[in-house]
């Protein structure tokens, strides 16, 4: 009877051995699934905040203030303002482009386009009023890039005229950007910035009462009491390409975009 009870006592007690080995085990196994959870995590939002930074450093490096128009790498969102000491701005329409046309030796790429409302602050109304006499306006802007793939100097205008569907004519010196894009670009080099164009530019307030009437004698005016014309496409002609002795090279190309 007591080697009976001896042996029981023996099994209860490997087998409570048995559990709590088995119950190490499993907390070890579980703390160590979690770690690696912790670790994947960690890696990922590192490497998440790492291309963020670079993608920030990237946007610092191609970006250079305008001392005319404000600041418009924050309104990505329809409806977005963004104001500071050249006026307020509000995006009506963006596209992402990020497309690259060949023009000869030149690699032009169309990264972004934009229909931005602004309202220029009071400093800045003379500068605008040789292109419009309107205190707030809507203007087109494109952010391009331009790398001359040669060895040797070229002369070359990303846009020599830009055509809207609404009608609208512009050509390169009516940009408000005046960011020098525009002429020579060294062998083997790069540029990036911004062009941009006033659209509606009506002459003045005798012009704009004229043009806001529609055909049943009724203004037709956006949010901001200007006329209302929507821009669904624009068409950029580019110039031709140049060598350093002014002598054509390649043709010019004509590029549309939609919004």
Not at 70 to 87: C, H, I, N
Not at 88 to 96: G, M, Q, R
């Amino acid at each position: 009877m007591k080697q009976t009870l001896s042996i029981l006592f023996l099994i209860i007690l490997l087998a409570g051995c048995s559990s709590t080995k088995n119950n190490e085990a499993n907390t070890g196994n579980e703390i160590q699934t979690e770690n690696n959870v912790n670790e994947k995590n960690d890696e990922t939002k590192q490497q998440k905040n790492q291309e963020q930074t670079e993608n920030k450093i990237d946007n610092d490096q191609e970006y250079q203030p305008n001392p005319q128009v404000p600041d418009d790498r924050s309104l990505q969102k329809v409806g977005q303002t963004y104001e500071d000491e050249k006026g307020e701005s509000t995006l009506k329409a963006i596209k992402s482009v990020n497309k690259t046309y060949e023009v000869g030796p030149i690699e032009l790429t169309v990264k972004e386009m934009k229909l931005i409302h602004l309202r220029p602050d009071y400093s800045m109304i003379d500068y605008f009023h040789v292109l419009t006499h309107k205190e707030e306006f809507d203007f087109v802007k494109v952010f391009v890039e331009i790398k001359n793939t040669s060895s040797e100097k070229v002369n070359f205008a990303p846009i020599e005229l830009l055509k809207t569907n609404t009608g609208e004519t512009f050509d390169w010196e009516k940009d408000i950007y005046l960011e020098e894009l525009h002429g020579e670009i060294e062998g083997n080099s790069t540029k990036a910035g911004n062009l941009g164009f006033i659209i509606n530019a009506a002459g003045g307030q005798a012009d704009k009462d004229e043009h806001d009437k529609g055909t049943d004698g009724h203004k037709s005016e956006d949010v901001h009491g200007n006329e209302a014309k929507d821009i669904k496409w624009i068409e950029i002609k580019t110039s031709d390409v140049f060598d350093k002795n002014k002598k054509k090279i390649s043709e010019s190309q004509k590029i549309k975009i939609e919004f």
